[in-house]
């Protein structure tokens, strides 16, 4: 029998074991400066901090514990957004995991969660977009900075990321009751064929569903369009096993021209998790 953090650390190697994912690092594929192997020991190295969450940590002192073991590996940012939406769902297991626990968990969450949360932007370099003009002070990018005023406005991290919904998919399943999270471990129950290719099906499915915010962050919402769209015909056709060289092709052009749907993939991590700790799915 795992434990909460042992499926979180397994999501984590499952999600970039699954291949085709268009535009993401897999077993088949590189991007520049990060490797498959980056993701491998990013998954490794959060184990502390998905244990502490697993134990009853702090949703912040956890997170910024699994980012700074994360990131004790030569790619940077591997994981970072997987890891803020599989820590609350770590912390959540231990109650019974369900939509309406987990947004007691994040509701709940203070402003220390949050000032962990600033302090883990000390530990790697993640790619966020230009905050508001009355939200520079409260900048990411600024670390532990930025606690200070983090403290004076007392913002707990549930009500940082509920400022971020808005071009931010993973603040969005914070605040959504982890909707997305939890429709896709429903998806992979039910989809067929190897675990890896089920990843890869659902990732499609997701990636059609929605435009992914880190493309709209780095490339625009045109670029972000553009691979929904493209993603939807092969999702329509169950492409993954039906069509794989489309799919194949579809991957290596995003990587090509440098289009990362990183987001989609932390979704699937998170829908990863939660089929693995109802047993609805076992590798």
């Not at 910024?64 to 591997?78: D, I, K, L, S, Y």
Request: net charge negative; aromatic share 6%; hydrophobic share 40%.
């Amino acid at each position: 029998m795992r434990t909460p953090a042992q499926n979180a650390q397994l999501s984590l190697l499952l999600e970039v074991a699954g291949t085709p994912k268009p535009g993401n690092v897999d077993r088949h594929r590189d991007l520049k400066g990060l490797r498959f192997e980056h993701f491998l020991a990013g998954a490794v190295g959060a184990q502390r901090g998905l244990e502490l969450a697993a134990e009853g940590g702090g949703v912040g002192a956890s997170f910024e514990r699994a980012v700074c073991g994360m990131a004790a590996q030569g790619g940077g940012n591997t994981q970072f957004g997987a890891l803020l939406l599989l820590v609350p769902l770590v912390r959540t297991a231990r109650e019974g995991l369900t939509p309406s626990r987990t947004e007691r968990i994040v509701e709940s969450t203070t402003v220390d969660d949050a000032a962990s949360f600033y302090r883990a932007f000390d530990h790697v370099d993640v790619f966020v977009s230009d905050p508001p003009s009355d939200l520079e002070a409260l900048d990411v990018r600024r670390g532990s900075d930025a606690v200070a005023t983090l403290r004076a406005r007392e913002l707990t991290l549930y009500d940082v990321l509920e400022q971020s919904v808005p071009g931010d998919d993973v603040a969005r399943e914070w605040v959504r009751g982890f909707e997305r999270s939890f429709a896709a471990a429903d998806q992979l129950a039910t989809a067929d064929g190897p675990l890896t290719h089920r990843v890869a099906t659902v990732f499609l499915s997701l990636l059609a569903d929605r435009p992914d915010t880190l493309v709209t962050k780095r490339h625009g919402e045109a670029a972000a369009a553009e691979i929904t769209d493209r993603a939807r015909g092969l999702a329509d056709r169950n492409a993954v096993e039906t069509d794989l060289e489309a799919v194949e092709t579809f991957a290596d052009d995003l990587v090509e021209r440098g289009l990362n749907p990183g987001t989609t993939a932390d979704i699937t991590a998170a829908g990863l998790f939660i089929a693995l700790e109802r047993e609805a799915i076992e590798p």
